[in-house]
């Protein structure tokens, strides 16, 4: 049974830092790609971050460039995503994705969110 199961959500003021986790089992990790997705109240999710299996190849939504960082760590099968100088528009729920494509099939896995709330 795959889960996906993110964590480190929460309150945090303008300006503020959060890290999020994403910690996979019944995968093996390494061989997927790995993304963050949000979802603002009334929106439509929207994708944050990807980042490749081996971690060599990143992508950013030109919202979060330059103040969100994208990791893993295959020996934790856990992906982060390091939210700094947060705003207010930045809160969501945020998931995380594994996605690969493996002999013309494309196997996806979602976890169920985490809320990032900013707010003063």
């Known amino acids: 049974q795959v889960q996906l199961v993110e964590s480190g959500g929460g309150l945090v003021q303008p300006g503020g830092s959060l890290r999020l986790s994403c910690a996979a089992s019944?995968?093996?990790?390494?061989?997927?790609?790995m993304s963050w997705y949000r979802q603002a109240p009334g929106k439509e999710r929207e994708l944050v971050a990807v980042?490749?299996?081996?971690?060599?190849?990143?992508n950013y939504a030109d919202s979060v460039k330059g103040r969100f960082t994208i990791s893993r760590d295959n020996t934790k099968k856990t992906v982060y995503l390091q939210m700094n100088s947060l705003k207010p528009e930045d809160t969501a729920v945020y998931y995380c994705?594994?996605?690969?494509?493996?002999?013309?099939?494309?196997?996806?896995?979602w976890g169920q969110g985490t809320q990032v709330t900013v707010s003063s």
């Open positions: 994705k594994a996605d690969r494509l493996w002999i013309g099939r494309d196997y996806e896995y």
């Open positions: 019944g995968i093996t990790f390494s061989n997927y790609r």
């Open positions: 980042l490749s299996s081996i971690g060599l190849s990143t």
